[in-house]
């Protein structure tokens, strides 16, 4: 594997609408970011992707652009994110922008010429049919319910193709031409001296053509989009042509969503030379996911997590880096996922953020993640704004749930628990605004915020300050950044743990996750404590007693 600038970075992911609001709309801004760039610095962060701040109708939140050259004024201006691109540079520190191109909005330009004129230049750049009698190309359920065909408006007759939201058509990349706008598009950015993306659902890019209909698994007689993508052959074709002219040139960094991809063509996505510098691991978020939707999730155990982290390390490990998270803008918050309901406490917090922060990869921290924040107890779906989550919503009461519990059962996996406005203080809506929040924000602000951690020595936020310093410490960093990722304790209930080791050094990650005492025997001896998220660890000889939801990092005599 060839060694690039980024393995040594640590990145932070921002959610701009809920991230500071400048200007008291209650809408977060990038003169917000640009105030917060000193904390960001000093938490130990280097690089920043933005959630999507195009000019958009915000139905998914951005992630429907109508304007990919200009910034929404909601967010703020050009001379904004120019001034943030600067202020970045100036302390070390490089901006990632959304890459969303496998759709745009339906009040993008292009969509609003391809509805006048569905069979001239425009048109070709979605995927418009012609349905006689209403009779759909195929069977296809949208990722946020529902049909993937739309009628296209005034045209009687014809549909258009949306893998997401209807006000989200796809874009036809089976279009030249259409390709070319795109990559024109990604150049502009990387001149104005991005240092790269984050690149949006980009698999679904590629369909499996002619239309067809695909086995249905649920009774509106549909077929998934992830089973639609099982047919979806060649999407490697569009993503070597897109790096080729594109990243490329730029020596940009890109970090790709990726789903469902195939196994053998993992090389190709994050190998030397791939398609993306790298991508996300999502083998715990969709661990348990189900075809009947979001209620029906399995919740995942310790164990599972375990063997998760395990199972993606290993799939790479020859060839590339992950990208490693335990939340995103799409997900529950991690603490909240990952460690069993009742047991979630500042201490089990750290041990979490040790176990994932050091793995091999490149960490990408989510807002708010580094003070704790927690998943929303939203009391009513009228609280709720998510698009997905209230699909999910009618999906649990058409499955015969409650109204009540089909809330509860939403709320836990509602991407909604992952936007509301960050917690800086105890003030009114937490510090974010001076105005009214656009989403509310969480219950325990008065609890859990930045104010309260930053002082406090034993708080979340500076375990994670000190647990993002080892990445860069010259004492561990070579280690951790490249060390190889070993396995150890897997026969243990509830106990992760895992061997970093380089050619001179071993480093050994241990993390309880049980509440009562654990106690193991080390496997060779130990030369010092690196970290330790309670104030000791007690020895005996060759054994450590870890106390419940003790995490530590070891630094054993190879
Ligand atoms: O997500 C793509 C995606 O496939 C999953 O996030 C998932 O299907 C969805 O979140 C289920 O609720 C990306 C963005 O991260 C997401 O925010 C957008 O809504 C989506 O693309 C469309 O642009
Ligand atoms: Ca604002």
Same mark, same amino acid.
Request: hydrophobic content about 35%; charged content about 25%.
């Given at each position: ?8 970075? *640590?990145?932070?992911?921002?959610? =701009? ?10 809408? %977060? ?18 690089? #920043?992707?933005?959630? +999507? ?21 909601? &967010? ?23 890459? $969303? $191109? ?34 759909? =190309? ?57 240092? %790269?993306?984050?690149?949006?659902? @980009? @698999?679904? @890019? ?27 052959? %060649? ?19 890109? $970090?790709?969503? #990726? ?9 190709? &996505? ?12 999502? /083998?715990? *978020? ?53 460690? +069993? ?5 500042? *201490? ?8 994932? #922060?050091?793995?091999? !990869?490149? +960490? ?48 836990? @996996? ?14 009114? /809506?937490? !510090? &974010? ?21 930053? /002082? ?17 410490? =010259? ?72 106390? %419940? ?10």
């Amino acid at each position: 594997m060839q060694k690039k600038w980024w393995h040594k970075k *640590t990145a932070y992911q921002i959610y =701009p609408k809920s991230f500071c609001d400048s200007n008291g709309d209650g809408i %977060g801004d990038l003169p917000g970011i640009i105030s917060k760039l000193d904390y960001l610095k000093d938490l130990g962060i280097d690089i #920043i992707w933005l959630s +999507p701040i195009y000019c958009s109708p915000l139905a998914d939140q951005g992630y429907d652009i109508s304007d990919y050259y200009n910034i929404d004024p909601r &967010f703020g201006t050009m001379d904004d994110m120019d001034l943030l691109i600067a202020e970045a540079k100036k302390r070390d520190m490089h901006i990632l922008m959304d890459l $969303v $191109v496998n759709h745009c909005s339906d009040e993008h330009e292009w969509f609003k010429k391809a509805c006048e004129d569905p069979d001239g230049e425009y048109g070709k750049y979605f995927y418009i049919e012609d349905c006689p009698n209403g009779k759909l =190309p195929c069977n296809w359920r949208s990722y946020f319910g529902g049909s993937v065909w739309e009628p296209l408006p005034g045209q009687p007759g014809k549909y258009y193709l949306h893998m997401f939201h209807k006000k989200q058509p796809d874009l036809n990349w089976e279009n030249p031409k259409l390709r070319e706008e795109i990559y024109k598009m990604i150049n502009w950015w990387l001149d104005k001296g991005l240092a %790269g993306f984050r690149i949006d659902a @980009i @698999i679904n @890019i590629k369909k499996p053509l002619p239309w067809q209909n695909y086995p249905a698994d649920r009774k509106d007689g549909m077929c998934s989009p992830d089973e639609m993508l099982k047919h979806a052959v %060649g999407v490697g074709e569009f993503l070597g042509e897109m790096r080729d002219r594109t990243f490329l040139p730029h020596g940009a960094f890109t $970090v790709g969503e #990726i789903f469902n991809e195939k196994a053998e063509e993992l090389p190709d &996505f994050i190998g030397d030379n791939g398609y993306f510098s790298t991508m996300f691991d999502f /083998n715990e *978020t969709i661990f348990g996911a189900s075809a009947k939707g979001w209620y029906d999730q399995t919740v995942i155990t310790p164990n599972d997590y375990r063997s998760c982290c395990f199972a993606s390390q290993k799939k790479i490990e020859d060839f590339g880096m992950l990208s490693n998270i335990i939340e995103n803008h799409d997900e529950p918050r991690g603490v909240s996922r990952y460690i +069993p309901e009742g047991e979630c406490t500042n *201490t089990s917090k750290k041990l979490l953020a040790t176990m994932n #922060i050091m793995l091999r !990869g490149l +960490p990408f921290i989510y807002q708010g993640q580094e003070i704790g924040m927690e998943n929303v107890e939203f009391q009513s779906i009228d609280e709720v704004d998510d698009i997905s989550t209230l699909d999910e919503y009618q999906v649990a009461l058409n499955a015969g749930l409650t109204p009540d519990s089909a809330l509860k059962a939403v709320n836990r @996996i509602s991407r909604d628990n992952a936007r509301t406005p960050y917690q800086w203080d105890a003030s009114a /809506n937490a !510090g &974010f605004t001076t105005g009214t929040p656009w989403l509310r924000v969480n219950y325990n602000y008065k609890k859990i915020n930045l104010e309260s951690q930053k /002082n406090d020595p034993d708080s979340v936020y500076q375990y994670y300050r000190r647990l993002l310093a080892l990445r860069k410490d =010259p004492a561990y960093a070579e280690t951790i950044v490249y060390g190889d990722l070993l396995p150890v304790f897997e026969n243990q209930d509830r106990v992760m743990a895992y061997y970093r080791k380089s050619a001179d050094q071993t480093l050994l990650v241990i993390g309880n996750y049980k509440t009562q005492q654990q106690t193991l025997t080390l496997p060779s001896k130990l030369k010092h404590i690196v970290l330790n998220n309670l104030p000791q660890l007690k020895t005996e000889g060759n054994e450590i007693m870890l106390e %419940g939801y003790q995490a530590v990092i070891l630094e054993m005599l190879s």
